[in-house]
């Protein structure tokens, strides 16, 4: 087998091997109502807990949506009841788990 074949493989398995670990991790997307005007102050502090991978304030029913991402399903349950719910400035949330497939 040539170097180059030899390399090539390795990467491809390499990158595989991080797609299917990344596909498993647990994730959430939440979304939250919060206080009127308190948009911009909730996403800075959205941002600063862990397992919050994604922050984004949005048009429509809901005003930010967040993305969670743990190692467990445990924690992305905790990020949310006792770190996202609590939060002064958030009125409301939906959480919407990911099921894979």
């Known amino acids: 087998m ?3 074949t030899i390399q090539k493989t390795y990467l491809m398995r390499r990158t595989y091997k991080r797609f299917v670990t ?3 991790m647990p994730m959430a ?3 939250i109502n919060a206080d009127l005007g308190a948009e911009e102050e909730l996403v800075r502090e959205l941002k600063s807990i862990e397992h919050v ?7 429509g029913v809901y005003d930010i949506v967040a993305k969670i ?3 467990t399903m445990e924690k992305v349950k905790e990020t949310i ?5 609590r939060l002064e400035k958030v009125r409301s949330t939906l959480t919407m788990i990911v099921v894979e497939s």
């Open 29 to 31: 997307f939440v979304l």
């Open 22 to 24: 990344a596909q498993h």
């Open 2 to 4: 040539h170097k180059f």
């Open 53 to 59: 991978k994604e922050v984004y304030v949005v048009y």
């Open 69 to 71: 991402e743990a190692d």
């Open 81 to 85: 009841t006792w770190k996202i719910r």
